[in-house]
């Protein structure tokens, strides 16, 4: 589990496909700093195990399903990616329960600045549209945000510090993004039906 809170951008070093898992290596600093081999790390909001690391990267397999769900598959070296560790007991719950389970993808449509904010509009897929209500919870590449308008796209308003924290900072229109809706809505999907 993850809080969504973004602690550090990590870059990609390297994206190598082969049976039965493909690789991917990060070069990063802060989630170094107390990594062990089988640690859950969130990559721009996908939770993968490291498998590998050294002083100055990691290294995590990822199957194909999960390259074709997300962003992954347009990675390239120095690509700029949301890292975080999986949260623990004293973990801050300062964003929501992120699972690190991406349920789709979406496209930046716009993203400008409106005074003092910068104001996010993704595209949304129609499969997730139902879970997704002004001002509750979403995660895009990762970070945990609130909806502030829904019209079939995901609208957020986001700080200055949260984009320049986070690898909204390099993101363009036409951008592809990682979505996870927020899990307590799908539970009440179940429960109803």
């Not at 602690?7 to 802060?30: C, F, Q």
């Not at 993968?48 to 990675?75: A, W």
């Not at 945990?144 to 308008?149: I, N, Y």
């Amino acid at each position: 589990m993850f809080t969504g809170i973004i602690e550090e951008i990590g870059t990609v070093k390297s994206l190598t496909t082969s049976y039965p898992a493909a690789r991917l290596s990060i070069n990063a600093k802060t989630i170094l700093e107390d990594v062990r081999i089988g640690d859950s790390i969130s990559i721009d909001g996908v939770c993968l195990t490291v498998v590998k690391f050294d002083s100055n990267s990691f290294e995590v397999d990822v199957q194909q399903e999960t390259i074709n769900l997300t962003r992954i598959n347009s990675y390239r070296p120095g690509t700029e990616v949301n890292l975080e560790r999986a949260a623990t007991p004293q973990t801050r719950l300062g964003g929501h329960y992120v699972q690190g389970h991406i349920d789709g993808t979406g496209i930046v449509r716009s993203w400008r600045r409106i005074n003092n904010d910068w104001v996010l509009c993704v595209s949304c897929p129609p499969e997730l549209n139902k879970y997704i209500v002004n001002k509750g919870f979403i995660t895009l590449n990762g970070i945990s945000l609130t909806v502030t308008g829904k019209t079939g796209e995901i609208e957020s308003h986001i700080i200055p510090h949260t984009r320049d924290i986070t690898n909204l900072r390099s993101m363009t229109i036409g951008d592809k993004i990682n979505i996870e809706v927020d899990v307590i809505a799908k539970y009440i999907e179940k429960l109803v039906k």
